[in-house]
């Protein structure tokens, strides 16, 4: 029999201590020998509620299941419920039979601990029977597997050695050493980098074939999606709207709430007419630098020097969009900030409408910074949490003598907010009522509120869904089309950069290796560099057949 | 999170919020409800151990021995109480409400240090003599008609008696003292300077901490560099040593008390407010209020501080514990106030006659007790109203 994971109509209710909220809402779904359920949908729709569910991890006593059952089907027993067994059953189960990757590789693994004990440790638990020689052994082999190179000698040692990519890898290993025949796999590689991603994509496709594991993919990008899923699930506020092979589900989506969510992608959305950029660059940045002193011995002697930023050049004009594009760690951040003078740049010159800015005090600097704006990536911590929106709105103003009193800057605050969409008794609640989507509209509001020339956004949607990120993608062109600012949009994500973006500009180890035109550099890239990235972004259209 | 599903509630500050949640806290209430009591004990302490009548009839003549008698420490507290009252009605941010509480009784105090005059020589006796002499016809008392420092010479050597011991009519609930005087008159009295001592100490602590941990928050580098050694310096002085000299060359003051308390423990402080601000620093809306050109002032205390100023309460409740700890320990060793009565000089009488006073380490101590308990009730409850991660009502699933 090909079925390995049976969950049929289950309900998952979640407290927060006085009201019960329904996370999962009568899913039903098979996991099959050698295929690979994805599980789609934005934050909050309830894939991963449906995923700890299964494993029995959610927060006890915070958790019920007042319908729906999940079974298990192997050769010893078929059908054994999971839901509501007791820990010892689970504990044989987790880790043993369905092995899971989390997202965070950061976090998931022990500090403390080498990587060969964490591996030890789950073996001891369900391989009792293994002499210590023989778990050794076959740790090496899981490693081996999951391509940690030179894995004998990394088994000694502890994660923080460990890239993202590296740590995911041994997560995998941890996952896989018991050789559980189901993987459930929580969107294991958002929080890479697009290149590691496609090789983990690609290792996971691999090992779930050769060793014809059911996987259960948990994951909100569709280009992932496109990659690796076989079958497919949709879901929305904890319901399974649209469940099918891939191929049908991708291609002609039947629920409406699928198409809007296809459509909101940022490749996919309709794009304006543009006209020419003019010719007066608003900043002009020089063989721009940013070193950081790397001090080592008893008198912290600089023996080195970081090269976050290695002579960058680059121009931003009035009413074009220019995207920065990189994989993390590549320095587009600090050169961002140092942009914005946050940052103290080591040498090169930046100029903001022809006035040379690098040098100037922090007193010099303050009236010129009403010019240049910018927007930050978390929507956690954009917004001051301790103050109401209208005096995060009103005391820019006031500093730069915005407006002749707080009436009138109050109204043109409101006025800024049905501009950003948002609705106006938003000026007197607090940032902590809104949600992340609303609070990147707000910050952009308050980078608005001066009036700049230029804005910095720095990945502003990537911690956003997509069908709230077409949102606000749609808000930043059209106030560049209408208003003629200039934007350095910093992102990693290569279907924004499609949609937002007039030029590119390719980052890689504090270098610009290319510029130019958004639809050249995409269709006829020149770098390696450059290639390999878009390469390895995952598409939809991309999907094999 | 998609952003039809917002829940718009009412927006409440999140001074207000914390306020909310310490309230829902049994423990908090408890602890506060003590305090309170304490407070309006300090307020109105002339009123309720007091040898001046509230009210006399003398000679067919009326007198209100009482207010004559009010010192200005006296019209200052009253005026701290109602002021408090009316800062707590008003509507607007509460720092401004605290500062503008604060600077109105310093102006009430400097007010009533220059105005007030009570008679400069006090005679507790004369109201006893006089009704003893068939003179009065109409009297109102305090509930206990004794003051701290009425030390009952009229009735002879009277010295140490238990309570409900007393001879010639007298009754003291909580006995008296070595000199004679009333114990619960005497602990009434000390309420004020273990309050007083409490937050103006830690008052002053939390002053100097914050400005200097701030400092070496934002601009750390050699700022941070030179700060940190100064906070080990001050770490290293041993409060309650450097109490016993400065009383010995200085003799005994209770401001001396307050302000060398207050220098020597702002150190904890300057840690929690450096480590918030280095976390803040690098948060983006700080960034962002730089990239706006806001002024430094605002940056530090508009946008930095508010968002870090949650350790620095939980500590300062524990704080104000400590402070009253150690002036009741210098107290009790007998190097505190000469003649102001304090829970501590009364505890160290428990012990110093040939025989054990119960009543004079029961009361006092429990007093004592019990108004550090209460503060690290609160501290301990807004530690958890602070933290996100503790969950509502302290109760764990």
């Known amino acids: 029999m090909s079925q390995l994971l049976e969950i049929r109509d289950l309900v998952t209710e979640l407290s927060d201590g006085e009201h019960w909220m329904r996370a999962v809402d009568g899913v039903s779904l098979d996991i099959h020998r050698g295929e690979t359920f994805c599980l789609v949908g934005e934050s909050g729709s309830g894939k991963s509620v449906t995923a700890l569910s299964v494993m029995g991890l959610l927060p006890y006593a915070r958790h019920r ?63 009792p029977e293994l002499e210590a020689e023989a778990r050794s052994e076959r740790i090496r082999a899981v490693l081996e597997e999951v391509r940690i190179p030179d894995a004998a ?53 691999e090992l779930q074939q050769r060793r014809g594991m059911g996987m259960l993919f948990i994951t909100h990008d569709f280009g992932v999606v496109a990659k690796i899923a076989d079958t497919v699930g ?71 020097h970081f090269r976050a930023v290695d002579g960058v050049s680059l121009d931003v004009h009035p009413g074009e969009v220019l995207a920065l594009v990189g994989e993390s760690g590549c320095g587009k951040t600090t050169l961002g900030r140092a942009l914005l003078r946050l940052i103290e ?30 927007v930050f990536q978390d929507p956690g911590s954009s917004l001051n949490p301790r103050l109401p929106i209208a005096t995060t709105l009103i005391e820019p103003m006031r500093v730069h003598g915005i407006g002749a009193h707080d009436d009138e800057r109050r109204a043109r605050a409101a006025a800024l907010l049905e501009r950003v969409e948002m609705p106006p008794d938003s000026l007197w609640r607090y940032p902590h009522e809104f949600s992340g989507g609303q609070r990147q509209r707000l910050a952009i509001a308050r980078a608005l509120v001066l009036e700049p020339r230029f804005i910095l956004c720095d990945e502003i949607t990537s911690a956003l869904d997509v069908s709230v990120q077409a949102g606000i993608l749609k808000l930043l062109r059209r106030l560049v089309d209408e208003e003629g600012l200039g934007m350095l949009f910093i992102t990693h994500n290569m279907g924004v950069v499609e949609y937002l973006s007039d030029r590119m500009a390719v980052m890689h180890a504090g270098k610009l290796v290319e510029t130019g035109r958004t639809a050249e550099v995409l269709a006829d890239p020149q770098h390696e560099y450059t290639r390999k990235l878009l390469a390895a972004v995952p598409r939809l259209d991309a999907m094999a057949a | 999170m998609t952003e039809q599903t917002v829940n718009l509630k009412p927006s409440r500050p999140w001074s207000a919020q914390v306020l909310g949640a310490l309230l829902l806290r049994t423990t908090a209430r408890l602890g506060l409800a003590w305090i309170a009591v304490l407070v309006l004990v300090a307020a109105f302490a002339p009123f309720l151990a007091n040898s001046h009548p509230l009210l006399l009839v003398v000679d067919g003549e009326t007198r209100f021995p ?130 007083g001592i409490g937050f103006i100490a830690t008052g002053i602590a939390l002053v100097i901490g914050t400005i200097i941990g701030g400092l070496m928050g934002y601009f750390a580098g050699v700022v941070d560099i030179i700060g940190m050694r100064l906070v080990e310096i001050f ?14 060359f200085f003799g005994r003051s209770i401001w001396m008390m307050m302000i060398i308390i207050g220098i020597t423990s702002w150190s ?63 107290s009790f060793l007998g190097l505190g106030l000469v003649d102001d009565p304090s829970w501590g000089q009364l505890l160290n009488q428990a012990v110093q006659s040939s025989t054990f006073n119960w009543w004079l380490a029961v009361f006092p101590g429990g007093a004592i007790f019990l108004t550090v308990f209460a503060y690290n009730l609160v501290g301990e409850a807004l530690r958890d109203a602070v933290d996100p991660h503790t969950q509502r009502r302290g109760k764990r699933a």
Request: hydrophobic letters at 45%; a positive charge.
């Open chain 2, 268 to 330: 904890g402080y300057a840690r929690y407010v450096r480590a918030e601000f280095l976390r803040l620093r690098e948060q983006d809306f700080v960034q962002a209020a730089i990239a706006s050109g806001l002024p430094l002032q605002s940056i530090l205390f508009r946008h930095m501080l508010p968002n870090g100023v949650a350790p620095l309460l939980v500590a300062a409740s524990f704080g104000v514990a400590s402070a009253i700890l150690a002036e009741t320990t210098l």
């Open chain 1, 234 to 304: 949709v879901m929305r506020r904890g319901k399974l709207v649209e469940c099918g092979p891939v191929a049908e589900v991708l291609r002609r989506p039947q629920h409406e709430y699928t198409q809007s969510l296809i459509a909101a992608l940022p490749e996919r959305l309709a794009r304006l007419a543009r006209g020419e950029a003019r010719p007066q660059p608003l900043v002009e940045v020089r063989d721009l630098a940013v070193h950081f002193p790397v001090r080592r011995g008893l008198l912290r002697r600089v023996v080195d």
């Open chain 1, 153 to 205: 000698s990394r088994m000694r040692e502890y994660p923080h050695r460990l890239s993202g990519g590296q740590r995911q890898r041994v997560m995998m290993a941890l996952a896989l050493i018991c050789a559980p025949a189901r993987l459930i796999a929580d969107e294991p590689t958002t929080a890479l980098d697009v290149t590691v991603q496609a090789e983990i994509l690609r290792l996971m496709r």
């Open chain 2, 66 to 195: 009482a207010f004559a008698h009010l010192q200005a420490a006296d019209y200052t507290w009253l005026a701290g109480l109602v002021l408090a009252v009316v800062a707590w009605r008003l509507r607007g941010p509460v720092f401004l409400r605290f500062a503008g509480w604060f600077a109105a009784v310093a102006v009430v105090g400097g007010l009533a240090w220059m105005t007030v005059s009570p008679p400069s020589l006090v005679i507790y006796e004369q109201y006893r003599e006089l009704e003893a002499a068939g003179r009065v016809d109409s009297i109102v008392r305090a509930p206990i008609p004794y003051s701290a420092k009425d030390y009952l010479r009229d009735y002879g050597d009277t010295g140490i008696e238990a309570p409900l011991a007393g001879r010639d009519g007298r009754t003291h609930w909580f006995g008296t003292e070595d000199s004679g005087a009333d114990v619960a008159a005497r602990m009434i009295e000390a309420t004020r300077i273990a309050l």
């Open chain 2, 235 to 248: 770490e290293a002085i041993p409060t309650l040593f450097l109490l016993l000299t400065f009383v010995a």
């Open chain 1, 65 to 127: 299941h007042p319908a729906g059952e999940v079974r298990l089907y192997d050769a010893a027993q078929a059908g054994m419920p999971l839901l509501g067994a007791d820990d010892a059953v689970l504990s044989g189960v987790r880790g043993g039979r369905i092995g899971m990757i989390f997202q965070e590789p950061m976090t998931s693994l022990n500090p403390v601990m080498t990587i060969a004990e964490q591996l030890d440790e789950v073996l001891q638990l369900h391989r």
């Open chain 1, 345 to 374: 740049p080591t040498a090169g010159t930046i100029a903001l409408q022809g006035q040379d800015i690098t040098h100037l005090s922090s007193n010099d600097m303050r009236p010129l910074r009403r010019r240049m704006q910018v």
